[in-house]
């Protein structure tokens, strides 16, 4: 079992920067993928960014390519999403998860084996 949790969401400004982590209870990540989530009132949960174990890949939604990054510390079992540029459609709860096989392109929440609570991101115009 691996808890997630997720913290350094806030409300921000249009053009500001946030760096979310996710801080995983298992005693190592080294062979998950992980993701980041959003799910905005009224809508489906999308795909962020993802990583792979060793950090050889990452992936992107588009809306956010260019102004997101995703990273990870396996030493500290924490991954990261900086976020700059954020504009008022990235108002969001945001997800970490972890896909314990390690799929390459984990882009679909059903991939992920395990979430965490959320983290609430908000960005006034």
């Known amino acids: 079992q691996v808890q997630l949790v997720e913290s350094g969401g806030g409300l921000v400004q249009a053009g500001d920067s946030l760096r979310l982590s996710c801080a995983a209870s298992?005693?190592?990540?080294?062979?998950?993928?992980m993701g980041w989530f959003r799910q905005a009132p009224g809508k489906e949960r999308e795909f962020v960014a993802a990583?792979?174990?060793?950090?050889?890949?990452?992936y992107y939604a588009d809306s956010v390519k260019g102004r997101f990054t995703i990273s990870r510390d396996n030493a500290k079992n924490t991954v990261y999403l900086q976020m700059n540029s954020l504009k008022p459609e990235d108002t969001a709860v945001y997800y970490c998860a972890a896909d314990r096989h390690g799929t390459v392109l984990a882009m679909a929440p059903s991939i992920y084996d395990y979430w965490g609570q959320g983290t609430q991101v908000t960005v006034s115009s």
């Open positions: 990583i792979t174990w060793s950090a050889s890949n990452t």
């Open positions: 298992r005693r190592t990540l080294s062979r998950y993928t």
